[in-house]
Nanobody, 130 residues
Framework: QVQLVESGGGSVQTGGSLRLSCAAS????????MAWFRQAPGKEREGVAA???????GYAESVKGRFTISQDKVKNTVNLQMNSLSPQDSAMYYC????????????????????????WGQGTQVTVSS
């Protein structure tokens, strides 16, 4: 069992930055793919970024070049640095962990399939105003 707690959400203006953090209650090093998803009101949950147990990463096309996912294996945290934010990035952001995954790129594009699996946090709200 892994519990995930997100933090770092908030309100920023267009062009601003936020850093989300996800703290895991158990050792995630070499075991899990860690990922960030987001869901805006009235929209389906979508993958944002993921990092594999080998350090490989995957990103949604909409965030490439702006968001960076990183993993702190000592602290058991996964961070999402978000730069150049726009109102389209406003959503509830969720952290998730999936055991045994091999390709973080697949995690990013498989939100629908993954909703009923793995471990999920409660989410942190990101609001970007124009």
């Amino acid at each position: 069992q892994v519990q995930l707690v997100e933090s770092g959400g908030g309100s920023v203006q267009t062009g601003g930055s936020l850093r989300l953090s996800c703290a895991a209650s158990a050792n995630i090093d070499g075991i899990y793919c860690m990922a960030w998803f987001r869901q805006a009101p009235g929209k389906e949950r979508e993958g944002v970024a993921a990092v594999g147990s080998d350090g490989s990463t995957g990103y949604a096309e909409s965030v490439k070049g702006r968001f960076t996912i990183s993993q702190d294996k000592v602290k058991n945290t996964v961070n999402l640095q978000m730069n150049s934010l726009s109102p389209q990035d406003s959503a509830m952001y969720y952290c998730a962990a999936f055991r045994g995954c091999t390709d973080p790129k697949l995690v990013v594009v498989s939100a629908k399939l993954l909703l009923g699996s793995g471990y999920w946090g409660q989410g942190t709200q990101v609001t970007v105003s124009s």
